[in-house]
Antibody, heavy 123, light 108 residues
């Protein structure tokens, strides 16, 4: 089955760190760029970061630069998001998604989504 | 960054009717790199349309996209009860890619 499964979410104190993972299956992972999108429950979607097929190119939302780092391990078919210096406003459901028909990190829609992992930043 | 404004905020229609959802961008420059997603409660978004007017794999032809410049439209014909959802537009031609705030479609 073609799917993405996120993990690693949880409750963390402000200033803390968390590493999210996304396990891919059912498709050739290193043929695709990948991305993270977050959503505050009940609110809209916000793009977080993206990475090309081999990890050599990345992009980030301006508000997140320097705090979040995207990476991937193609041998393990996994995508990661290292989140540091977390703030209350980072509280959201984090989705990983696949770029549609693209090995790059940009200029493509997102055709396969996981179910998300919830991150709560609270003291 | 490009701001996408969707209208209306909520749309309430009956089965069999046609829905017209609008997405207006604050500036041009992203070519036709517009996508539309459907999100049902408790589910991840689902890609419907990419490059403004191309249906994604498995999407029925009741769903169509159109537009250019800064004004884009998602049209859903012959509405069915399962079309109840929030619909988001996204521009991915300019970084950072951005989403609209969503239109909630209710089927009476």
């Amino acid at each position: 089955e073609v799917q993405l499964v996120e993990s690693g979410g949880g409750v963390v104190r402000p200033g803390g760190s968390l590493r999210l993972s996304c396990a891919a299956s059912g498709f050739t992972f290193d043929d695709y760029g990948m991305t993270w999108v977050r959503q505050v429950p009940g609110k809209g979607l916000e793009w977080v970061s993206a990475i090309n097929w081999d990890g050599g190119e990345t992009g980030y939302a301006d508000s997140l630069k320097g705090r979040f780092t995207i990476s991937r391990d193609n041998a393990k078919k996994s995508l990661f998001l290292q989140m540091n210096s977390l703030r209350a406003e980072d509280t959201a459901l984090y989705y990983c998604a696949r770029l549609y028909h693209s090995s790059g990190w940009e200029l493509e829609a997102f055709d396969l989504w996981g179910q998300g992992t919830m991150v709560t930043v609270s003291s | 960054e490009i701001v996408l404004t969707q209208s209306p905020g909520t749309l309430s229609l009956s089965p069999g009717e046609r829905a017209t959802l609008s997405c207006r961008a604050s500036q041009s420059g992203f070519s036709k790199y517009i996508a539309w997603y459907q999100q049902k409660p408790g589910q991840a978004p689902r890609l419907l349309i990419y490059v403004a007017s191309n249906r994604a794999t498995g999407i029925p032809d009741r769903f169509s996209g159109s537009g250019s410049g800064t004004d884009f439209t998602l049209t859903i014909t012959r509405l069915e009860p399962e079309d109840s959802a929030v619909y988001y537009c996204q521009q991915y031609g300019t970084s950072p890619n951005t989403f609209g705030q969503g239109t909630k479609l209710e089927i009476k």
